[in-house]
Nanobody
Framework: QVQLVESGGGLVQAGGSPRLSCAAS????????MGWFRQSPGKEREFVAA???????????DYADSVKGRYTISRDNAKNTVFLQMNSLKPEDTAVYYC??????????????????WGQGTQVTVSS
């Protein structure tokens, strides 16, 4: 069982640039696909970004169109941590952000059910 603990959320002004962090409790972190989803009130949970493991230290990043160019996902395998740098935040980015993890799989990473492990979520509120 992998535990994921997010941090870094809070109240941010529009245009702000917070960074979310997610620490994972696994010794094989480097081989996990890691990602972020978010959910706004009254909306379905949606894909934000993910890093999929290929081999060695090669990962591929994927982003939702709504955040591409503004968000950057990265990871520090030595610290078992994945990050989500968010820039140019908009009020519509307000949501609970969830860190997710899986050790491979055939289901596309944009599907929430593709991931086996979820964090408790961290609230990001963007004020206009």
């Amino acid at each position: 069982q992998v535990q994921l603990v997010e941090s870094g959320g809070g109240l941010v002004q529009a245009g702000g640039s917070p960074r979310l962090s997610c620490a994972a409790s696994t010794r094989t972190f480097s081989s996990y696909d890691m990602g972020w989803f978010r959910q706004s009130p009254g909306k379905e949970r949606e894909f934000v970004a993910a890093l999929t493991w290929s081999s060695g230290n090669t990962y591929y990043a994927d982003y939702a169109d709504s955040v591409k160019g503004r968000y950057t996902i990265s990871r520090d395998n030595a610290k078992n941590t994945v990050f989500l740098q968010m820039n140019s935040l908009k009020p519509e980015d307000t949501a609970v952000y969830y860190c997710v993890a899986r050790r491979g799989g055939r289901l596309g990473i944009r599907f929430s059910r593709a991931f086996d492990y979820w964090g408790q979520g961290t609230q990001v509120t963007v004020s206009s």
